[in-house]
Protein backbone atom coordinates (compact mmCIF):
# COMPACT_ATOMS: atom_id res chain seq x y z
CA UNK A 1 0.00 0.00 0.00
CA UNK A 2 1.30 3.63 -0.86
CA UNK A 3 1.37 6.01 1.35
CA UNK A 4 0.31 3.93 4.56
CA UNK A 5 0.71 6.31 7.29
CA UNK A 6 -1.45 9.42 5.67
CA UNK A 7 -4.11 6.20 5.23
CA UNK A 8 -4.11 5.20 8.67
CA UNK A 9 -4.30 8.56 9.96
CA UNK A 10 -7.29 8.96 7.35
CA UNK A 11 -8.77 6.00 8.62
CA UNK A 12 -8.08 6.65 12.44
CA UNK A 13 -9.90 10.20 12.61
CA UNK A 14 -12.81 8.70 10.01
CA UNK A 15 -13.32 6.56 12.91
CA UNK A 16 -12.88 8.53 15.90
CA UNK A 17 -15.29 10.74 14.30
CA UNK A 18 -17.53 8.15 13.32
CA UNK A 19 -17.43 6.71 16.58
CA UNK A 20 -17.81 9.78 18.52
CA UNK A 21 -21.34 9.84 16.84
CA UNK A 22 -22.63 6.81 17.82
CA UNK A 23 -21.62 6.45 21.29
CA UNK A 24 -22.00 8.82 24.00
CA UNK A 25 -18.70 8.82 25.35
CA UNK A 26 -17.61 12.51 26.72
CA UNK A 27 -13.95 11.90 25.86
CA UNK A 28 -14.44 10.73 22.45
CA UNK A 29 -16.86 13.26 21.90
CA UNK A 30 -14.02 15.94 22.71
CA UNK A 31 -11.98 14.17 20.90
CA UNK A 32 -14.38 14.22 17.42
CA UNK A 33 -15.07 18.25 18.24
CA UNK A 34 -11.06 18.81 18.62
CA UNK A 35 -10.41 17.00 15.33
CA UNK A 36 -13.49 18.70 13.12
CA UNK A 37 -12.02 22.09 14.42
CA UNK A 38 -8.98 21.13 12.94
CA UNK A 39 -10.77 20.17 9.57
CA UNK A 40 -12.49 23.54 9.64
CA UNK A 41 -8.71 25.18 10.34
CA UNK A 42 -6.90 22.93 7.18
CA UNK A 43 -10.38 24.27 5.12
CA UNK A 44 -9.45 27.18 5.45
CA UNK A 45 -6.10 27.24 5.04
CA UNK A 46 -6.76 25.23 1.68
CA UNK A 47 -9.43 28.09 0.59
CA UNK A 48 -6.11 30.26 0.53
CA UNK A 49 -3.97 27.93 -1.36
CA UNK A 50 -6.69 27.51 -3.73
CA UNK A 51 -7.26 31.08 -4.10
CA UNK A 52 -3.41 31.36 -4.74
CA UNK A 53 -3.86 28.49 -7.16
CA UNK A 54 -6.47 30.69 -9.18
CA UNK A 55 -4.62 33.98 -9.06
CA UNK A 56 -1.42 32.26 -10.66
CA UNK A 57 -3.91 30.62 -12.98
CA UNK A 58 -5.06 33.69 -14.73
CA UNK A 59 -1.29 35.29 -14.49
CA UNK A 60 -0.85 32.66 -16.57
CA UNK A 61 -3.43 33.42 -18.55
CA UNK A 62 -2.14 37.14 -19.05
CA UNK A 63 1.45 36.59 -19.50
CA UNK A 64 0.93 33.85 -21.94
CA UNK A 65 2.51 34.01 -25.62
CA UNK A 66 -0.56 33.55 -27.26
CA UNK A 67 -4.26 34.01 -26.73
CA UNK A 68 -4.06 36.65 -23.64
CA UNK A 69 -6.90 36.59 -21.70
CA UNK A 70 -7.84 40.59 -20.83
CA UNK A 71 -10.89 39.55 -18.90
CA UNK A 72 -8.00 37.92 -16.32
CA UNK A 73 -6.42 41.57 -16.34
CA UNK A 74 -9.57 42.25 -14.86
CA UNK A 75 -10.03 39.36 -12.32
CA UNK A 76 -6.57 40.08 -10.97
CA UNK A 77 -7.25 43.67 -10.71
CA UNK A 78 -10.11 43.18 -8.67
CA UNK A 79 -8.84 40.72 -6.24
CA UNK A 80 -5.75 42.84 -5.35
CA UNK A 81 -8.18 45.93 -4.89
CA UNK A 82 -10.59 43.82 -2.54
CA UNK A 83 -7.74 42.16 -0.99
CA UNK A 84 -6.45 45.75 -0.21
CA UNK A 85 -9.66 47.11 1.18
CA UNK A 86 -10.50 44.14 3.11
CA UNK A 87 -7.35 43.68 4.91
CA UNK A 88 -6.97 48.06 5.41
CA UNK A 89 -10.99 48.22 6.05
CA UNK A 90 -11.49 45.15 7.44
CA UNK A 91 -13.92 42.35 6.56
CA UNK A 92 -17.01 43.48 8.36
CA UNK A 93 -16.32 47.36 7.48
CA UNK A 94 -20.27 48.65 6.62
CA UNK A 95 -19.10 50.57 3.45
CA UNK A 96 -16.94 47.70 2.15
CA UNK A 97 -19.76 45.13 2.71
CA UNK A 98 -21.36 47.96 0.35
CA UNK A 99 -19.39 48.13 -2.31
CA UNK A 100 -19.02 44.47 -2.05
CA UNK A 101 -22.59 43.43 -2.51
CA UNK A 102 -23.30 46.53 -4.56
CA UNK A 103 -21.04 44.46 -7.41
CA UNK A 104 -21.68 41.32 -6.83
CA UNK A 105 -25.06 41.11 -6.26
CA UNK A 106 -26.39 42.44 -9.72
CA UNK A 107 -23.89 40.30 -11.64
CA UNK A 108 -25.40 37.02 -9.92
CA UNK A 109 -28.66 38.38 -10.86
CA UNK A 110 -27.82 39.26 -14.26
CA UNK A 111 -26.28 35.27 -13.75
CA UNK A 112 -29.75 34.09 -12.75
CA UNK A 113 -31.72 35.91 -15.37
CA UNK A 114 -29.41 34.21 -18.17
CA UNK A 115 -30.26 31.32 -16.24
CA UNK A 116 -33.93 31.57 -16.26
CA UNK A 117 -33.88 31.78 -19.98
CA UNK A 118 -31.35 29.13 -20.92
CA UNK A 119 -33.82 26.33 -18.82
CA UNK A 120 -36.90 27.77 -20.57
CA UNK A 121 -34.48 27.12 -23.76
CA UNK A 122 -34.05 23.85 -22.67
CA UNK A 123 -37.72 22.75 -21.16
CA UNK A 124 -38.58 24.17 -25.26
CA UNK A 125 -36.22 21.50 -27.23
CA UNK A 126 -36.00 18.80 -24.32
CA UNK A 127 -37.54 16.11 -27.00
CA UNK A 128 -34.60 16.92 -28.94
CA UNK A 129 -32.11 15.56 -26.11
CA UNK A 130 -34.19 12.83 -24.33
CA UNK A 131 -37.07 10.02 -25.77
CA UNK A 132 -39.20 8.36 -24.37
CA UNK A 133 -41.59 7.54 -21.75
CA UNK A 134 -39.55 9.55 -18.98
CA UNK A 135 -38.99 12.95 -20.71
CA UNK A 136 -42.75 12.53 -21.55
CA UNK A 137 -43.18 11.80 -17.67
CA UNK A 138 -40.74 15.03 -16.78
CA UNK A 139 -43.00 17.45 -19.04
CA UNK A 140 -45.96 16.27 -17.61
CA UNK A 141 -44.80 16.63 -13.98
CA UNK A 142 -43.11 20.32 -15.33
CA UNK A 143 -46.29 21.38 -16.24
CA UNK A 144 -48.63 20.09 -13.85
CA UNK A 145 -46.74 21.60 -10.96
CA UNK A 146 -46.47 24.99 -12.70
CA UNK A 147 -50.33 24.97 -13.30
CA UNK A 148 -50.28 23.85 -9.76
CA UNK A 149 -48.45 26.44 -7.69
CA UNK A 150 -49.12 28.94 -10.22
CA UNK A 151 -52.58 29.41 -8.35
CA UNK A 152 -54.84 28.60 -10.85
CA UNK A 153 -56.78 26.46 -8.79
CA UNK A 154 -56.80 27.74 -5.54
CA UNK A 155 -60.32 29.07 -6.44
CA UNK A 156 -61.06 25.68 -6.43
CA UNK A 157 -60.08 24.79 -3.44
CA UNK A 158 -63.71 24.93 -1.83
CA UNK A 159 -64.36 22.15 -3.61
CA UNK A 160 -63.53 18.96 -1.20
CA UNK A 161 -62.87 16.53 -4.34
CA UNK A 162 -60.71 19.35 -6.21
CA UNK A 163 -58.89 19.90 -2.96
CA UNK A 164 -58.04 16.43 -1.94
CA UNK A 165 -56.73 15.79 -6.01
CA UNK A 166 -54.59 18.81 -5.35
CA UNK A 167 -53.27 17.91 -1.78
CA UNK A 168 -52.35 14.49 -3.48
CA UNK A 169 -50.92 15.57 -6.46
CA UNK A 170 -48.62 18.67 -3.56
CA UNK A 171 -47.59 15.06 -1.86
CA UNK A 172 -46.25 13.17 -5.05
CA UNK A 173 -42.73 15.64 -4.92
CA UNK A 174 -42.41 14.78 -1.42
CA UNK A 175 -42.39 11.05 -1.97
CA UNK A 176 -40.48 10.84 -5.05
CA UNK A 177 -37.62 13.33 -3.69
CA UNK A 178 -37.80 11.50 -0.66
CA UNK A 179 -37.02 8.17 -2.61
CA UNK A 180 -33.76 10.20 -4.62
CA UNK A 181 -32.76 11.14 -1.15
CA UNK A 182 -32.55 7.42 0.36
CA UNK A 183 -30.33 6.42 -2.85
CA UNK A 184 -27.87 9.64 -2.54
CA UNK A 185 -27.81 8.88 1.37
CA UNK A 186 -27.00 5.26 0.89
CA UNK A 187 -24.40 5.54 -1.80
CA UNK A 188 -22.98 8.70 0.61
CA UNK A 189 -22.84 5.94 3.15
CA UNK A 190 -20.58 3.38 0.60
CA UNK A 191 -18.57 6.21 -0.03
CA UNK A 192 -17.51 7.27 3.20
CA UNK A 193 -17.47 3.20 4.48
CA UNK A 194 -14.79 2.70 1.22
CA UNK A 195 -13.19 5.79 2.46
CA UNK A 196 -12.86 4.22 6.01
CA UNK A 197 -11.61 0.90 5.00
CA UNK A 198 -8.87 2.95 2.75
CA UNK A 199 -10.69 1.39 -0.54
CA UNK A 200 -10.66 5.03 -1.73
CA UNK A 201 -7.90 7.35 -1.29
CA UNK A 202 -9.21 10.75 -2.24
CA UNK A 203 -5.43 11.89 -0.86
CA UNK A 204 -1.90 10.52 -2.66
CA UNK A 205 0.06 11.21 0.97
CA UNK B 1 -38.03 7.62 22.63
CA UNK B 2 -36.77 4.10 23.05
CA UNK B 3 -33.47 4.07 24.42
CA UNK B 4 -30.94 1.08 25.32
CA UNK B 5 -28.40 2.02 27.96
CA UNK B 6 -28.49 5.76 26.98
CA UNK B 7 -28.33 5.12 23.22
CA UNK B 8 -31.38 6.21 21.41
CA UNK B 9 -32.89 3.45 18.82
CA UNK B 10 -32.35 5.97 16.08
CA UNK B 11 -28.30 5.62 16.68
CA UNK B 12 -28.46 1.82 17.12
CA UNK B 13 -30.29 1.88 13.80
CA UNK B 14 -28.16 3.90 12.10
CA UNK B 15 -25.11 1.77 13.44
CA UNK B 16 -26.30 -0.85 12.44
CA UNK B 17 -26.64 0.53 8.60
CA UNK B 18 -23.23 1.35 8.91
CA UNK B 19 -22.09 -2.22 10.08
CA UNK B 20 -23.96 -4.14 7.68
CA UNK B 21 -22.63 -1.58 4.43
CA UNK B 22 -19.30 -2.16 5.78
CA UNK B 23 -19.44 -6.05 5.96
CA UNK B 24 -21.20 -6.23 2.78
CA UNK B 25 -18.72 -4.33 1.04
CA UNK B 26 -15.63 -5.93 2.53
CA UNK B 27 -17.02 -9.46 1.65
CA UNK B 28 -18.32 -8.77 -1.92
CA UNK B 29 -15.12 -7.19 -2.61
CA UNK B 30 -13.15 -10.25 -0.81
CA UNK B 31 -15.16 -12.74 -3.03
CA UNK B 32 -15.12 -11.02 -5.92
CA UNK B 33 -11.38 -10.74 -6.03
CA UNK B 34 -11.19 -14.59 -6.50
CA UNK B 35 -14.02 -15.09 -8.84
CA UNK B 36 -14.08 -13.01 -12.07
CA UNK B 37 -15.84 -9.79 -12.25
CA UNK B 38 -19.76 -9.24 -11.31
CA UNK B 39 -21.01 -7.57 -14.45
CA UNK B 40 -23.61 -4.12 -14.10
CA UNK B 41 -26.54 -3.62 -15.67
CA UNK B 42 -26.16 -1.37 -18.72
CA UNK B 43 -26.54 2.00 -18.54
CA UNK B 44 -26.30 3.99 -22.21
CA UNK B 45 -24.97 7.15 -20.34
CA UNK B 46 -21.87 5.57 -19.25
CA UNK B 47 -21.61 3.85 -22.98
CA UNK B 48 -22.08 7.28 -23.88
CA UNK B 49 -19.01 8.58 -21.58
CA UNK B 50 -16.90 5.87 -22.63
CA UNK B 51 -17.04 6.45 -26.21
CA UNK B 52 -16.54 10.01 -25.68
CA UNK B 53 -13.48 9.48 -23.36
CA UNK B 54 -12.11 7.25 -26.59
CA UNK B 55 -12.78 9.84 -29.12
CA UNK B 56 -11.58 12.86 -27.21
CA UNK B 57 -8.13 10.70 -26.98
CA UNK B 58 -7.96 10.15 -30.60
CA UNK B 59 -8.01 13.09 -31.98
CA UNK B 60 -6.31 14.76 -29.11
CA UNK B 61 -8.69 17.15 -27.36
CA UNK B 62 -9.16 17.35 -23.95
CA UNK B 63 -11.64 15.61 -21.30
CA UNK B 64 -13.07 18.40 -18.65
CA UNK B 65 -13.93 17.50 -15.20
CA UNK B 66 -15.80 18.92 -12.95
CA UNK B 67 -16.24 18.24 -9.56
CA UNK B 68 -19.07 21.16 -8.13
CA UNK B 69 -18.43 23.30 -5.15
CA UNK B 70 -19.14 21.00 -2.35
CA UNK B 71 -17.49 21.24 0.93
CA UNK B 72 -15.44 18.70 2.20
CA UNK B 73 -17.17 18.84 5.47
CA UNK B 74 -21.01 18.73 4.95
CA UNK B 75 -22.64 16.07 4.34
CA UNK B 76 -22.73 16.79 0.47
CA UNK B 77 -18.88 16.63 0.15
CA UNK B 78 -19.48 12.39 -0.63
CA UNK B 79 -20.49 13.35 -4.42
CA UNK B 80 -16.88 15.21 -4.45
CA UNK B 81 -15.53 12.52 -3.49
CA UNK B 82 -16.74 10.34 -6.18
CA UNK B 83 -16.21 13.32 -8.65
CA UNK B 84 -12.20 12.58 -7.07
CA UNK B 85 -12.59 8.91 -7.94
CA UNK B 86 -14.14 9.70 -11.33
CA UNK B 87 -10.76 12.15 -12.08
CA UNK B 88 -8.21 9.78 -11.06
CA UNK B 89 -10.14 7.01 -13.84
CA UNK B 90 -10.73 9.34 -16.44
CA UNK B 91 -6.86 10.19 -15.76
CA UNK B 92 -5.71 6.93 -16.13
CA UNK B 93 -8.01 6.34 -19.14
CA UNK B 94 -6.45 9.13 -20.95
CA UNK B 95 -3.08 9.12 -20.15
CA UNK B 96 -1.80 8.25 -23.52
CA UNK B 97 -3.51 11.35 -25.00
CA UNK B 98 -2.21 14.42 -26.10
CA UNK B 99 -4.00 16.81 -24.05
CA UNK B 100 -4.28 15.87 -20.35
CA UNK B 101 -7.83 16.39 -18.09
CA UNK B 102 -8.32 19.35 -16.86
CA UNK B 103 -10.14 19.34 -13.69
CA UNK B 104 -12.08 22.80 -11.74
CA UNK B 105 -13.53 22.71 -8.58
CA UNK B 106 -15.42 25.81 -6.25
CA UNK B 107 -13.90 24.77 -3.25
CA UNK B 108 -9.96 25.02 -2.00
CA UNK B 109 -9.93 22.01 -0.39
CA UNK B 110 -11.19 20.13 -3.58
CA UNK B 111 -8.39 22.10 -5.66
CA UNK B 112 -5.96 20.45 -3.59
CA UNK B 113 -7.36 17.26 -3.52
CA UNK B 114 -8.24 17.09 -7.30
CA UNK B 115 -4.38 18.35 -7.61
CA UNK B 116 -3.03 15.34 -5.63
CA UNK B 117 -5.70 13.06 -7.26
CA UNK B 118 -4.04 13.83 -11.00
CA UNK B 119 -0.63 13.68 -9.25
CA UNK B 120 -1.39 10.10 -8.19
CA UNK B 121 -2.82 8.90 -11.18
CA UNK B 122 0.45 9.76 -13.24
CA UNK B 123 2.75 8.96 -11.04
CA UNK B 124 0.67 4.77 -10.75
CA UNK B 125 1.07 5.31 -14.65
CA UNK B 126 4.53 5.87 -14.19
CA UNK B 127 3.87 9.18 -15.90
CA UNK B 128 4.88 11.88 -13.38
CA UNK B 129 6.21 14.13 -15.98
CA UNK B 130 2.73 14.78 -17.24
CA UNK B 131 1.65 16.08 -14.40
CA UNK B 132 0.89 20.20 -14.27
CA UNK B 133 -0.83 21.09 -11.40
CA UNK B 134 -1.87 24.07 -13.06
CA UNK B 135 -4.54 21.32 -14.93
CA UNK B 136 -6.57 21.07 -11.30
CA UNK B 137 -8.29 24.93 -10.27
CA UNK B 138 -10.36 26.51 -8.44
CA UNK B 139 -12.44 27.89 -10.88
CA UNK B 140 -14.62 30.49 -7.77
CA UNK B 141 -15.66 30.02 -4.46
CA UNK B 142 -19.50 30.58 -4.74
CA UNK B 143 -21.91 28.83 -7.05
CA UNK B 144 -22.24 31.74 -9.57
CA UNK B 145 -18.45 32.73 -9.45
CA UNK B 146 -17.79 28.98 -10.14
CA UNK B 147 -19.98 29.13 -13.42
CA UNK B 148 -18.32 31.70 -14.79
CA UNK B 149 -14.66 30.78 -13.83
CA UNK B 150 -15.65 27.54 -15.58
CA UNK B 151 -17.66 28.74 -18.69
CA UNK B 152 -14.19 29.81 -20.21
CA UNK B 153 -12.75 26.66 -19.29
CA UNK B 154 -15.41 24.65 -21.60
CA UNK B 155 -14.99 27.67 -24.52
CA UNK B 156 -11.09 28.00 -24.60
CA UNK B 157 -9.40 25.11 -23.83
CA UNK B 158 -10.07 22.49 -26.80
CA UNK B 159 -12.86 20.69 -24.18
CA UNK B 160 -14.92 17.91 -26.39
CA UNK B 161 -16.38 15.57 -23.34
CA UNK B 162 -17.45 16.98 -20.01
CA UNK B 163 -18.01 15.23 -16.80
CA UNK B 164 -19.60 17.25 -13.94
CA UNK B 165 -19.87 15.00 -10.72
CA UNK B 166 -20.51 16.79 -7.86
CA UNK B 167 -22.30 19.03 -5.79
CA UNK B 168 -24.28 22.27 -7.45
CA UNK B 169 -27.47 23.81 -7.84
CA UNK B 170 -29.60 25.31 -11.12
CA UNK B 171 -27.00 26.98 -11.79
CA UNK B 172 -25.19 24.21 -13.49
CA UNK B 173 -27.37 24.51 -16.36
CA UNK B 174 -25.31 27.83 -17.32
CA UNK B 175 -22.56 25.37 -17.94
CA UNK B 176 -23.96 22.39 -19.62
CA UNK B 177 -25.71 25.56 -22.08
CA UNK B 178 -21.81 26.86 -22.82
CA UNK B 179 -21.49 22.87 -23.30
CA UNK B 180 -23.98 22.50 -25.43
CA UNK B 181 -23.21 25.59 -27.71
CA UNK B 182 -19.67 23.86 -27.89
CA UNK B 183 -21.17 20.69 -29.61
CA UNK B 184 -19.19 18.86 -27.09
CA UNK B 185 -20.68 16.08 -24.85
CA UNK B 186 -21.57 16.32 -21.02
CA UNK B 187 -22.64 13.62 -18.84
CA UNK B 188 -23.54 15.25 -15.94
CA UNK B 189 -24.94 13.67 -11.88
CA UNK B 190 -25.64 15.59 -8.95
CA UNK B 191 -26.38 14.86 -5.21
CA UNK B 192 -28.79 17.88 -5.46
CA UNK B 193 -32.66 17.58 -6.77
CA UNK B 194 -32.50 20.90 -8.10
CA UNK B 195 -29.25 20.56 -9.96
CA UNK B 196 -30.66 16.59 -11.39
CA UNK B 197 -33.60 18.48 -12.86
CA UNK B 198 -32.20 21.08 -14.48
CA UNK B 199 -29.38 18.38 -15.65
CA UNK B 200 -32.29 16.41 -17.04
CA UNK B 201 -33.10 19.07 -19.43
CA UNK B 202 -29.98 20.48 -20.42
CA UNK B 203 -27.20 17.79 -20.70
CA UNK B 204 -26.54 15.28 -23.00
CA UNK B 205 -26.60 12.10 -20.25
CA UNK B 206 -27.65 12.91 -16.88
CA UNK B 207 -27.43 10.30 -14.20
CA UNK B 208 -30.35 10.36 -11.42
CA UNK B 209 -29.92 9.18 -7.71
CA UNK B 210 -27.22 7.13 -6.49
CA UNK B 211 -26.32 6.57 -9.87
CA UNK B 212 -24.10 9.19 -9.57
CA UNK B 213 -22.06 6.79 -6.72
CA UNK B 214 -21.96 4.05 -9.89
CA UNK B 215 -19.86 6.53 -11.93
CA UNK B 216 -16.13 5.07 -10.60
CA UNK B 217 -17.78 1.16 -10.61
CA UNK B 218 -18.50 1.53 -14.30
CA UNK B 219 -15.30 2.79 -15.69
CA UNK B 220 -13.61 0.04 -13.65
CA UNK B 221 -11.76 1.80 -10.64
CA UNK B 222 -11.71 -1.47 -9.21
CA UNK B 223 -13.52 -4.18 -6.94
CA UNK B 224 -14.26 -2.35 -4.09
CA UNK B 225 -16.41 0.22 -5.88
CA UNK B 226 -18.76 -2.58 -7.43
CA UNK B 227 -18.73 -4.15 -3.91
CA UNK B 228 -20.09 -1.19 -2.79
CA UNK B 229 -22.79 -1.06 -5.34
CA UNK B 230 -24.13 -4.73 -4.33
CA UNK B 231 -24.04 -3.62 -0.61
CA UNK B 232 -26.29 -0.36 -1.64
CA UNK B 233 -28.59 -2.49 -3.30
CA UNK B 234 -28.70 -4.67 -0.22
CA UNK B 235 -29.03 -2.05 2.32
CA UNK B 236 -31.68 -0.41 -0.47
CA UNK B 237 -33.69 -3.38 -0.21
CA UNK B 238 -33.72 -3.38 4.17
CA UNK B 239 -34.85 0.28 3.97
CA UNK B 240 -37.35 -0.65 1.43
CA UNK B 241 -38.28 -4.04 4.36
CA UNK B 242 -38.58 -1.55 6.79
CA UNK B 243 -40.54 0.89 5.13
CA UNK B 244 -43.37 -1.76 4.27
CA UNK B 245 -42.90 -2.92 7.83
CA UNK B 246 -43.15 0.29 9.56
CA UNK B 247 -46.19 1.49 7.53
CA UNK B 248 -47.91 -2.31 8.19
CA UNK B 249 -47.47 -2.05 11.71
CA UNK B 250 -48.56 1.82 11.65
CA UNK B 251 -51.81 0.70 9.17
CA UNK B 252 -52.82 -2.02 12.01
CA UNK B 253 -52.52 0.89 14.69
CA UNK B 254 -49.37 -0.92 16.58
CA UNK B 255 -47.14 1.57 16.29
Redesign the interface.
Known amino acids: MRAPIATAIAIAVGLIV?LGY???LPILDEIRTTL?DW??T??GV??????I??I??HW?RVTAAR?R?L?SVILILSFIMTLAAGVVLGPSDAQFQHVITSIQVP??SS??A??AI??AY??LR?FQ??KGLIAII?VISALLFLLVTSGFLASGSNNPILASILTAINQLPVAG?R??????A????????????G??R???G | MISVS??GLN?IA??L??LI??GA??LI?VIDRKKSPRTLRPIAAFQSLRRAIGLAVEDGKRLHVSIGNA???T?NS??A??G??TLNRIAQLSMISDRPPIAT?G???L???S???L??AY?SGNALEQYD??RA??????P?SY???TI?IIH?ENVTANILVGSYG??V??L??AIDQKNAFSLAAS?S?TA?A?L?????ETL???E??AI?AYLQA?P??TA??Y??DI??WI?IAVILAGSALKLLGII
Do not use: C
Request: net charge negative; aromatic share 6%; hydrophobic share 55%.
Open positions: LFVPLGVLAAALVGINLITHNDYIELMVLSLASIKRFAGILLGVLGGLATGLRILMADPFS | GITGLVVGAIFANILPASLVLSSDGTAMLQDTRDRPMRLAGTTMVAGPDSEALTDDLQAFATANIGELFPGFYSLAQLRV
